[in-house]
C-alpha cells in the first residue's frame, strides 16, 4: 500500500525532505561502495591469513624436514670423511705396493741378464770340460801304448808297466768324471734355457703388471682428487644447512607474528565490515523513510510502476495457478536443477517455463520507463532469477567472465540486495548496491523491488536496478 506525505513537493518542507533523500542516497552510496572496498579487503585479509596458516603449519614441517636432513647431511659428511680416511690409507698401500711392483720389475729384469751370462758361463764350462775329456782320452791311450812298451821291456819295464796302469786308471776316471759334468752340464744348460724362457714371460707380465700399476696409480689420483672435491663440496653443503637451519628457526616465530598480526586486522577488518553493514542497512532505511515521508521525488514514478508491474505480475501467476497452467506448489519449487556445461552455473526450476513465457513483455517495457534503468527482474524468495532482460538473457559462451556479465537468467542472486529484494514484504524497498559485472568490473546501482504473491502466498519481489 502506497504511502503518502502530507507535503506538496512544491512546499519548503517537500524541497527539504527530497533534499533529505537526496542526501540519504549519496550517504548510502558512499557507504555501500565504502562496505564493498571492506568486503573484497576482508576476504583479500582471509585469503592471506588462510595462506599465512598454511606457511605457518608448512614452516613447522620444514623445520622437522630441516632437522632430519641436517643429521642425514652431518652423517653422510662424517661417513664421507671416514671414506676419504679410508681411501687414503689403502692410496698409501697401493702406492707401496707399486714401489714394490717396479722392484720386482727391476729384478726380474736382471735376473733375465743374468741368467744369458749364466748360460755363456755353462758354454764356457763345457768347453772346458770337453778339453778335459780329449785330454783324458789321449792320456789314457798314451797309458796304453806306456803299458805296451813296459811288456816288451819284459823285467826292466815292469814298473813303468804299474805306473802306466795306474795313469791309464786315472784317466779313465777322468773321462767318466768328465762324461758326467758334461751331462750335468748339459741338464743345467736346458734348466737355464728353461729359465730364461719363464723369465722372459715373467719379464713380459711384470712389464704389464707394471702398465696396470701405473694407470691404476694415475686413476687412484684422480679418485683422491674427486673425492677430496666431494669433501670439501659436502662441507661447504653441511655449512649451508647448518645456517639454513638457523635461518628458518629466526624465520618460524617471524611468520608466528606477522600471522598473528594478520589474524588480528582480519578480525579487525571483519568487525569493521560488519558494522559497515550494518550501516548499510540504516542507510537504507533511511533511504526508504525520507521516500515514504514524501522525499525522493524523482525516484517516485518508478516506485509506482515497480509496484504495478509487481501486481500485475501477480494477476498473471493466480491465474495460471487458476487455468490449470500450473500447480500451486510448483510455483514455489526450491528444488533448482543445475544445466549441464554452465559457468557460471545456471538452475532450472519447475515455474521457469511460466515465467518465460508470461515475464518478457513486461520486463522489456520497464527498460522504456526511464534512461537510467539497467534491468528489471523477478526472483523468488531464494534469489533465484528466473527470466531477465533479453539482453541478460544471452547463450552461454566458452568465456566464464563474458558470461557473467551477458548471462544473467536461470541463476540465483543470493546476495544481499537479491535476498533482501525476494524477501520483502513491504510496498516497496529501494536499496543501494555495487552490481558485480565480472572480472572484477563493479557498478553503483539503486535497486527498487516490490513484493509479488500468489494467492496471498508470498513469493519473491520484482527488481529493478538503475544507475545514479
Given at each position: 500500500?502506497?504511502?503518502?506525505?502530507?507535503?506538496?513537493?512544491?512546499?519548503?518542507?517537500?524541497?527539504?525532505?527530497?533534499?533529505?533523500?537526496?542526501?540519504?542516497?549519496?550517504?548510502?552510496?558512499?557507504?555501500?561502495?565504502?562496505?564493498?572496498?571492506?568486503?573484497?579487503?576482508?576476504?583479500?585479509?582471509?585469503?592471506?591469513?588462510?595462506?599465512?596458516?598454511?606457511?605457518?603449519?608448512?614452516?613447522?614441517?620444514?623445520?622437522?624436514?630441516?632437522?632430519?636432513?641436517?643429521?642425514?647431511?652431518?652423517?653422510?659428511?662424517?661417513?664421507?670423511?671416514?671414506?676419504?680416511?679410508?681411501?687414503?690409507?689403502?692410496?698409501?698401500?697401493?702406492?707401496?705396493?707399486?714401489?714394490?711392483?717396479?722392484?720386482?720389475?727391476?729384478?726380474?729384469?736382471?735376473?733375465?741378464?743374468?741368467?744369458?751370462?749364466?748360460?755363456?758361463?755353462?758354454?764356457?764350462?763345457?768347453?772346458?770340460?770337453?778339453?778335459?775329456?780329449?785330454?783324458?782320452?789321449?792320456?789314457?791311450?798314451?797309458?796304453?801304448?806306456?803299458?805296451?812298451?813296459a811288456a816288451r821291456a819284459g823285467e826292466a819295464g815292469r814298473g813303468f808297466s804299474v805306473?802306466?796302469?795306474?795313469?791309464?786308471?786315472?784317466?779313465?776316471?777322468?773321462?767318466?768324471?768328465?762324461?758326467?759334468?758334461?751331462?750335468?752340464?748339459?741338464?743345467?744348460?736346458?734348466?737355464?734355457?728353461?729359465?730364461?724362457?719363464?723369465?722372459?714371460?715373467?719379464?713380459?707380465?711384470?712389464?704389464?703388471?707394471?702398465?696396470?700399476?701405473?694407470?691404476?696409480?694415475?686413476?687412484?689420483?684422480?679418485?683422491?682428487?674427486?673425492?677430496?672435491?666431494?669433501?670439501?663440496?659436502?662441507?661447504?653443503?653441511?655449512?649451508?644447512?647448518?645456517?639454513?637451519?638457523?635461518?628458518?628457526?629466526?624465520?618460524?616465530?617471524?611468520?608466528?607474528?606477522?600471522?598473528?598480526?594478520?589474524?588480528?586486522?582480519?578480525?579487525?577488518?571483519?568487525?569493521?565490515?560488519?558494522?559497515?553493514?550494518?550501516?548499510?542497512?540504516?542507510?537504507?532505511?533511511?533511504?526508504?523513510?525520507?521516500?515514504?515521508?514524501?522525499?525522493?521525488?524523482?525516484?517516485?514514478?518508478?516506485?509506482?510502476?515497480?509496484?504495478?508491474?509487481?501486481?500485475?505480475?501477480?494477476?498473471?501467476?493466480?491465474?495460471?495457478?487458476?487455468?490449470?497452467?500450473?500447480?500451486?506448489?510448483?510455483?514455489?519449487?526450491?528444488?533448482?536443477?543445475?544445466?549441464?556445461?554452465?559457468?557460471?552455473?545456471?538452475?532450472?526450476?519447475?515455474?521457469?517455463?511460466?515465467?518465460?513465457?508470461?515475464?518478457?513483455?513486461?520486463?522489456?517495457?520497464?527498460?522504456?520507463?526511464?534512461?537510467?534503468?539497467?534491468?528489471?527482474?523477478?526472483?523468488?524468495?531464494?534469489?533465484?532469477?528466473?527470466?531477465?532482460?533479453?539482453?541478460?538473457?544471452?547463450?552461454?559462451?566458452?568465456?566464464?567472465?563474458?558470461?557473467?556479465?551477458?548471462?544473467?537468467?536461470?541463476?540465483?542472486?543470493?546476495?544481499?540486495?537479491?535476498?533482501?529484494?525476494?524477501?520483502?514484504?513491504?510496498?516497496?524497498?529501494?536499496?543501494?548496491?555495487?552490481?558485480?559485472?565480472?572480472?572484477?568490473?563493479?557498478?553503483?546501482?539503486?535497486?527498487?523491488?516490490?513484493?509479488?504473491?500468489?494467492?496471498?502466498?508470498?513469493?519473491?519481489?520484482?527488481?529493478?536496478?538503475?544507475?545514479?
Amino acid at each position: 500500500m502506497e504511502q503518502k506525505s502530507d507535503f506538496s513537493d512544491s512546499s519548503p518542507v517537500g524541497a527539504s525532505l527530497d533534499r533529505m533523500a537526496a542526501h540519504a542516497a549519496e550517504l548510502g552510496q558512499e557507504v555501500v561502495d565504502v562496505e564493498g572496498f571492506l568486503a573484497e579487503l576482508n576476504k583479500h585479509t582471509g585469503d592471506l591469513l588462510a595462506e599465512l596458516r598454511t606457511v605457518r603449519h608448512g614452516s613447522g614441517k620444514v623445520l622437522q624436514m630441516n632437522a632430519s636432513v641436517m643429521v642425514t647431511i652431518k652423517e653422510a659428511y662424517a661417513e664421507l670423511e671416514q671414506t676419504q680416511a679410508r681411501f687414503m690409507e689403502g692410496y698409501d698401500k697401493t702406492r707401496q705396493a707399486g714401489q714394490l711392483g717396479r722392484e720386482v720389475t727391476d729384478w726380474i729384469d736382471t735376473l733375465e741378464k743374468r741368467t744369458v751370462s749364466v748360460g755363456q758361463i755353462l758354454t764356457d764350462v763345457q768347453q772346458s770340460n770337453n778339453h778335459v775329456a780329449s785330454i783324458a782320452a789321449q792320456v789314457n791311450m798314451l797309458a796304453i801304448n806306456a803299458k805296451i812298451e813296459a811288456a816288451r821291456a819284459g823285467e826292466a819295464g815292469r814298473g813303468f808297466s804299474v805306473v802306466a796302469d795306474a795313469i791309464n786308471t786315472l784317466s779313465q776316471q777322468t773321462g767318466t768324471a768328465a762324461d758326467l759334468i758334461s751331462d750335468n752340464v748339459l741338464r743345467l744348460v736346458d734348466w737355464i734355457v728353461e729359465l730364461q724362457t719363464e723369465t722372459s714371460r715373467v719379464a713380459k707380465t711384470s712389464q704389464e703388471l707394471s702398465g696396470v700399476s701405473n694407470m691404476s696409480q694415475e686413476l687412484t689420483l684422480q679418485v683422491r682428487a674427486a673425492l677430496e672435491l666431494t669433501v670439501g663440496r659436502m662441507k661447504l653443503v653441511r655449512d649451508d644447512a647448518i645456517e639454513a637451519d638457523k635461518a628458518l628457526r629466526k624465520y618460524a616465530p617471524q611468520i608466528e607474528e606477522t600471522f598473528n598480526i594478520v589474524r588480528d586486522s582480519a578480525e579487525a577488518v571483519a568487525e569493521v565490515h560488519e558494522r559497515v553493514h550494518d550501516l548499510v542497512d540504516l542507510s537504507e532505511a533511511m533511504v526508504q523513510d525520507s521516500v515514504i515521508a514524501g522525499g525522493g521525488a524523482s525516484d517516485l514514478p518508478l516506485i509506482r510502476a515497480v509496484q504495478a508491474r509487481a501486481k500485475q505480475i501477480s494477476d498473471l501467476f493466480n491465474a495460471a495457478v487458476d487455468a490449470g497452467r500450473i500447480d500451486f506448489d510448483d510455483m514455489f519449487d526450491d528444488e533448482y536443477r543445475s544445466i549441464p556445461r554452465t559457468d557460471p552455473e545456471q538452475l532450472m526450476a519447475t515455474f521457469t517455463g511460466l515465467t518465460d513465457a508470461l515475464l518478457p513483455d513486461i520486463l522489456e517495457s520497464a527498460l522504456e520507463l526511464d534512461s537510467r534503468i539497467v534491468f528489471c527482474a523477478a526472483v523468488d524468495c531464494n534469489g533465484y532469477l528466473p527470466t531477465h532482460n533479453r539482453k541478460f538473457s544471452q547463450p552461454q559462451s566458452d568465456d566464464p567472465v563474458w558470461n557473467m556479465a551477458h548471462c544473467r537468467n536461470r541463476r540465483i542472486f543470493d546476495d544481499r540486495v537479491g535476498l533482501k529484494a525476494g524477501l520483502n514484504k513491504d510496498p516497496f524497498l529501494l536499496q543501494v548496491y555495487r552490481r558485480d559485472m565480472g572480472g572484477g568490473d563493479f557498478m553503483l546501482m539503486k535497486d527498487l523491488s516490490a513484493p509479488i504473491f500468489v494467492k496471498n502466498r508470498h513469493w519473491g519481489g520484482l527488481r529493478l536496478a538503475f544507475q545514479f
